[in-house]
T-cell receptor, first 115, second 114 residues
């Protein structure tokens, strides 16, 4: 069965510091992997996704993530945090459409950015 | 940029009452979904809908729940007899070609059952 584990429910960084949000997954087949961001009182916005091909994927707002099959990980990074990055971040996994079309979400990581 | 629109943004209802949550997906999208997020918990899949029928549903989506696309533009989630534990944020999402392309989520309806 698919599952997603996000280590750290809260992460705090200083403005300009590296952001690293961790995500590990479990899937019986090569997965599709996603990061979503949720700003207060808003819906979930797709940051980036990995389906096939290049394992380093770039998303919006300067974020990127690397799919590492050997580590079953899909960690999200950003070289330099900005105050506007403060939000809740969700990692999600899906198996290819022939198996299922639903997303399984992690429990989320709340990112705080201090000046 | 195209949006998924959900109404109302907040609904309060009494236990046992029926509620209908409304969503307008992006016009050229073919796949529709409902998810929910109980306060402080993870986002959970409820149901997916394609070609005017349910394609997949979770254990949460029991006989109290139903979905409908009544007029080709709206996509609704009905809860027939609400329970306290149905209190949650409900998100509608749509996708042009399925999960691999990512979803566009609406901003959610906060349902409070009292």
């Amino acid at each position: 069965a698919q599952s997603v584990t996000q280590l750290g429910s809260h992460v705090s960084v200083s403005e300009g510091a590296l952001v690293l949000l961790r995500c590990n997954y479990s899937s019986s087949v090569p997965p599709y992997l996603f990061w979503y961001v949720q700003y207060p009182n808003q819906g979930l916005q797709l940051l980036l996704k990995y389906t096939t091909g290049a394992t380093l994927v770039k998303g919006i707002n300067g974020f990127e993530a690397e799919f590492k099959k050997s580590e079953t990980s899909f960690h999200l990074t950003k070289p330099s945090a900005h105050m506007s990055d403060a939000a809740e971040y969700f990692c999600a996994v899906s198996e290819p459409p022939l198996n299922t079309d639903k997303l399984i979400f992690g429990t989320g990581t709340r990112l705080q950015v201090f000046p | 940029e195209p949006e998924v629109t959900q109404t109302p943004s907040h609904q309060v209802t009494q236990m046992g009452q029926e509620v209908i949550l409304r969503c307008v997906p992006i016009s050229n999208h073919l796949y529709f979904y409902w998810y929910r997020q109980i306060l402080g918990q993870k986002v959970e899949f409820l149901v997916s809908f394609y070609n005017n029928e349910i394609s997949e549903k979770s254990e949460i989506f029991d006989d109290q729940f139903s979905v409908e696309r009544p007029d080709g533009s709206n996509f609704t989630l009905k809860i027939r007899s609400t329970k306290l534990e149905d209190s949650a944020m409900y998100f509608c999402a749509s996708s042009e070609l399925g999960a691999q392309y990512g979803y566009t989520f609406g901003s959610g309806t906060r349902l409070t059952v009292v």
